[in-house]
């Protein structure tokens, strides 16, 4: 039986979708202290949850993220927490649904599924099959708690994002999949943005959409962004970066991104071909209000060119990728030229 597609729904409405921002930034923001898991609060400070969704909604959201991106057993043993993986992620979905049901328009729940911290066999001692019936236990109570679609991100693995993949399947969930170019213009395991489509291929269902999310900063993913939509200019693809460039102030991270900064990334970043737009670490609600204002105002225009991006965004910080990206450019367009 196929799932339901919520996603290709919405955008039949809307055309551009905007996902949410930041979890991690906004709950320490809120009072979670650093090593605390935030998957536990859950349970202990629902109300936090509830608090931190419905902003993100009130900033104009189309997507939320269930907050359960360490939902796995992997990640919950490190807090002890690994008999809990159902009942926290039914919370998780429960308390998102109970936003989402509220808005008074459609905004859909999206199961976040991140990765367990293991690596696969050869590289580690955790099996494909292991890592499915990880993933699928964690995506049961996503669903049970009302989630629409698992959204898997953060991604560095093929062999990873494969096998939550094929748990949302088994589970009966939609699925989309998300990986993060924070190595030289690649995942830390070396998948490239323009192979991001072909992950999947085989499976008995495809995803709604792919693409990427956090990774280095604004520029870096919007570039990542070019070469996922020239790949596969029909696909939905997801762009959900990070705003602007991590800096530590003493001991705590802030971000360079401005609320202009960010709305510029949006007109960019729905240029340059995404379908679903959202912020990553450091994007606040008053950015992402922002954003949707500028997604709102906003007329699709000239895809972009890298450099364009750096001129608007600011300068790359992935300095191999930003050659990649110009050999690639450039040798595309010799190809062109040779074929005309």
């Known amino acids: 039986m196929t799932a339901t597609n919520p996603i290709d729904a919405l955008l039949a409405e809307k055309g551009v979708l905007l996902a949410d921002g930041a979890t991690g930034t906004n709950l320490f923001a809120m009072g979670l202290e650093a090593g605390e898991a935030p998957e536990l609060l859950n349970e202990t400070s629902p109300e936090t949850i509830t608090s931190l969704h419905q902003n993100f909604v009130d900033a104009g959201a189309d997507i939320i993220l269930t907050n359960s991106f360490g939902g796995t057993r992997h990640r919950l043993k490190l807090h002890h927490a690994q008999d809990r993986v159902h009942d926290l992620n039914r919370r998780a979905a429960e308390i998102a649904r109970s936003v989402a ?83 030289a213009g690649r995942t830390m395991m070396g998948l490239l943005p323009k192979d991001i489509h072909g992950v999947a291929d085989g499976l008995s269902q495809a995803p709604l959409g792919v693409g990427a999310n956090c990774g280095v900063g604004a520029s ?45 990334y949006v007109r960019l970043a729905v240029d340059a071909g995404a379908k679903i737009v959202g912020g990553c670490c ?35 910080r992935n300095k191999v990728a930003t050659a990649n990206t110009a050999e690639t450019s450039e040798g595309r367009r010799e190809r062109r030229r040779s074929r005309a």
């Not at 976040?112 to 292991?130: H, N, R």
């Not at 990542?224 to 696909?235: F, G, N, R, V, W």
């Not at 705003?243 to 709305?263: D, N």
């Open 282 to 316: 450091g994007t606040s609600f008053a950015h992402l209000a922002a954003m949707r204002k500028a997604l709102d105002a906003h007329t699709k225009s000239t895809r972009p060119t890298v450099e364009t991006i750096v001129e608007r965004i600011g300068p790359m």
């Open 220 to 264: 870096d993913i919007l570039a990542s962004l070019l070469d996922m939509t020239e790949a596969k200019p029909e696909a939905t693809v997801i762009v959900k970066g990070n705003c602007g460039i991590p800096e530590f102030r003493g001991a705590e991270i802030h971000y360079s991104g401005t609320p202009e900064l960010m709305s510029d």
């Open 101 to 183: 049901d509220k808005a008074g328009r459609k905004v859909i729940v999206a199961g976040s599924v991140g990765p367990t911290g293991e690596l696969l066999v050869p590289l580690g001692a955790m099996t494909y099959d292991d890592a499915v019936d990880a993933f699928a236990e964690q995506i049961e109570g996503l669903k049970a708690g009302g989630a629409e679609v698992a959204w898997i991100e953060t991604m560095s693995a093929p062999d990873e994002i494969r096998a939550a993949a094929q748990a949302a399947i088994r589970v009966g969930l939609p699925y989309t999949y998300t990986g993060s170019f924070d190595t």
